[in-house]
């Protein structure tokens, strides 16, 4: 079953170009993975927050990708320009 999840992260108003790459480079890593079915990658607009779609073959998929060490760094610069925790929304089928 496919692991479906949102996640909305408010970014530091002069840090947002920054964001924007580490946010990039995460998603091409999972992309090329082979498990992870996609990411989109938004800003909200008028807004400095970031709002990524993901999803995952399943959640044991997700849960290998995220333990790598090179996906622990773009979560890390990611969070280090973070103006707050992420929300993270897990997502249930229902079509």
Known sequence: MAYVLTTELGIRADALPAAE??????????RSDGTCEMMGLHRIAGAPTLLVYQRWQDKAAYDAFYAKPEAMLHLQQLGGLASGPPKIAELEDIL
Do not use: G
């Open 21 to 30: 790459d580490a946010a990039r480079a995460l998603a091409v890593s999972a």
